[in-house]
């Protein structure tokens, strides 16, 4: 084996030659050649006379490389001719011996003897190019348990394979002293349980190729694409549901499931193929989705009756799916209802509606949810008796009633009173029930006389004896004032009180209707972040009312002191620490306008704007606040 060769003639008693070199420049793996470069030089010891044209050739696998003239005279080592690039093809097996020779005219006399000609004659072996055969896989991509065929395609006949695949981390090996250009071979579904994470991955093939008498040449690869088939993803097995709340389930059945009442609690059975595993479950029932990696899974209430389908989807870890629909049952429930109440004063005694009369009649219409006739039903009828409810009647015989009557007693309700009363509906679900209410009034006249003309009612039922007034009395005096009886409170006493001009209270008596104003808009300027505040006030009711308004031009950093406003008055700041949530657009802000009579800081006695959470810049805001700035005890 070579990369370098020579051929030489002799001449002049040995004192002079003429040699040819080949050296190899380059190798082409793929295209199965060298390349070469040829030189023909000559050599003489002493200087030889000549500047005519003398003529040569240079020859190499056949070929002529170069043939022309030059000059020989001179001494030394003169360079004659040099060829590049000389392709010189390698056989199948990458092995290559090729020839190469040369001619060369001298036509000289040199110490009295004549050169006519010099030529000589050499071989190569060149190093073999490996030629290991370049598989690939027709076709690129298959299901398991499918075939492929693995071509490997031979430089040489003389040239076999042995086949190994790897997977994952197994390496076998499925071929050996293959001879042929083509191997089939079936992929094992075995090979699944080693891609529990994947649906799809590749098989690597080695192919190593030999010479007959058993000499490496190399090794190359290709790659298969590998994918899982169908019925090789998971299985949803069943799903099981039950009420997740124990009492309803004790009391309506364990697989009872209420509408708007019930939890759904629920497994689903899944089971996974090939070494892969169950990761993840989409759950969908009556528009909620429950999605979660737990086979177990609690519902909200279901908001429909009827049949309701239960979805299971679930996910493997290759990423295959499969799904499951599970029908529930779910018994209608809705929260009870109680309507067209109405009361009126009743004559027992006539039985009809009497203004006068001391009994009520109630009528309703009511209905509560059966389920499953294992709910609670009770329709109480109940009035006002100061400020809890009295019950008159309670019916627990059925789920619903249409314009139901109840009459109490007679002399239950006075005339001369105003009763109010409740229809209260309760179920098993609605502990503090539903209602709906009415009312009577007090038998009302505007003028009435007593049977023996010694009492006069106005606005009530007259008494023997006495002017007896229920109504508000207002009398106009000659010097502008009115008097003002109060009958709601039963003050005994007339009160002085002005009508249209603002008076002084001087004898620190009771002063109605009086006419009360506040102050004009006093500025408080505008505070560093571009916020404008001011305000008025009530003296007469202590009172004080803040309006801000502006946009916010210089960042407010959380939890910071924020920007105060100068310039209000003392006596009349808050009492006490009052916060004031400011609406804006940066609603998670919590923007605040706030006073501390007392604190650490300078903001001690000032309306600061600050932020109580997040900065906030570039915002717009505007509105009002009233407080009491009595100083009391």
Request: aromatic fraction near 12%.
């Amino acid at each position: 084996m070579a990369t370098y060769a020579t051929c030489s003639a002799s001449f002049g008693g040995g004192n002079g030659n003429v040699t040819m070199t080949m050296t190899r420049t380059g190798v082409n793996v793929d295209g199965n050649y060298d390349l070469w470069t040829a030189t023909l030089t000559k050599y003489y010891k002493w200087n030889i006379n000549s500047n005519a044209t003398k003529y040569g050739s240079m020859w190499a696998n056949g070929v002529l490389l170069w043939s022309g003239g030059v000059t020989i005279g001179g001494s030394g080592t003169k360079t004659l001719a040099t060829v590049t690039n000389i392709k010189i093809p390698h056989d199948s097996n990458g092995g290559k011996h090729f020839d190469f020779s040369f001619s060369q005219e001298l036509k000289v006399t040199l110490s009295g003897n004549y050169v006519g000609s010099v030529s000589a004659s050499g071989g190569i072996d060149c190093d073999v190019i490996p030629r290991a055969t370049k598989p690939y896989c027709s076709p690129t991509s298959v299901y398991f348990g499918n075939s492929v065929t693995i071509k490997t395609p031979r430089a040489s006949s003389d040239f076999g394979h042995v086949i190994t695949y790897s997977f994952y981390d197994k390496t076998e090996q499925i071929a050996d002293n293959q001879w042929n250009d083509e191997f089939r071979w079936t992929v094992p579904t075995s090979l699944i349980n080693k891609m529990p994470n994947a649906s799809q991955f590749y098989i690597c093939f080695r192919v190593d190729t030999y010479s007959r008498s058993g000499k490496f040449i190399g090794s190359n690869y290709c790659t298969l694409d590998v994918v899982l088939p169908s019925g090789y993803g998971p299985t949803v097995t069943g799903i099981t549901y039950t009420n997740e709340d124990a009492a309803i389930a004790k009391r309506f059945g364990a697989s009872t499931i209420i509408q708007g009442v019930s939890k759904v609690k629920c497994n689903v059975s899944a089971t996974a193929k090939n070494g892969a595993s169950i990761t993840y479950y989409y759950n969908e029932i009556d528009g909620q989705i429950i999605p979660g990696p737990n086979s177990f899974f609690t519902t909200q209430p279901l908001k429909s009756s009827g049949t309701v389908t239960l979805k299971s989807t679930v996910t493997d870890s290759r990423g295959q799916k499969a799904a499951l629909s599970k029908n529930i049952s779910v018994t209608q429930w809705w929260s009870p209802t109680v309507k067209n109440v109405t009361a009126q004063r009743w004559n027992v005694s006539t039985n009809k509606a009497d203004d006068e009369g001391t009994a009520v009649k109630i009528t309703y219409s009511f209905s509560i949810a059966p389920v499953a006739n294992k709910n609670d039903k009770s329709v109480m009828i109940q009035y006002k008796n100061g400020e809890t409810w009295t019950t008159l009647a309670t019916y627990t015989d059925s789920y619903s009633g249409e314009n139901k009557v109840y009459i109490s007693s007679a002399g239950k309700f006075s005339a001369d009173n105003a009763y109010s009363f409740r229809v209260l509906v309760k179920d098993c679900f609605t502990t503090d029930g539903v209602a709906s209410y009415a009312a009577i009034a007090p038998s009302f006249k505007l003028l009435d006389f007593s049977a023996d003309g010694r009492g006069i009612g106005v606005g009530c039922k007259a008494e023997s004896g006495k002017l007896k007034v229920d109504m508000p009395l207002e009398a106009q005096s000659y010097n502008g004032y009115a008097f003002d009886f109060d009958t709601e409170n039963q003050i005994d006493t007339w009160i002085p009180v002005l009508t249209n001009e603002r008076i002084q209270n001087k004898d620190n008596k009771k002063i109605q209707h009086m006419d009360v104003g506040w102050s004009n808009w006093i500025s408080c300027g505008t505070n560093g972040c571009g916020v404008k505040l001011q305000y008025r006030y009530n003296s007469a009711f202590k009172l004080c009312e803040l309006n801000w308004d502006g946009l916010i031009n210089a960042p407010i950093g959380g939890n910071t002191m924020g920007y105060m406003w100068e310039g209000f008055p003392s006596d009349k700041v808050p009492r006490d620490n009052i916060f004031i949530p400011i609406p804006n657009g940066a609603s998670d802000a919590g923007l605040v306008i706030r006073f501390y009579p007392k604190t650490n800081d300078m903001t001690a006695n000032h309306f600061t704007l600050t932020s109580i959470t997040n900065n906030i810049n570039n915002q717009y805001i505007c509105g009002t606040f009233v407080y009491c700035y009595a100083q009391g005890d």
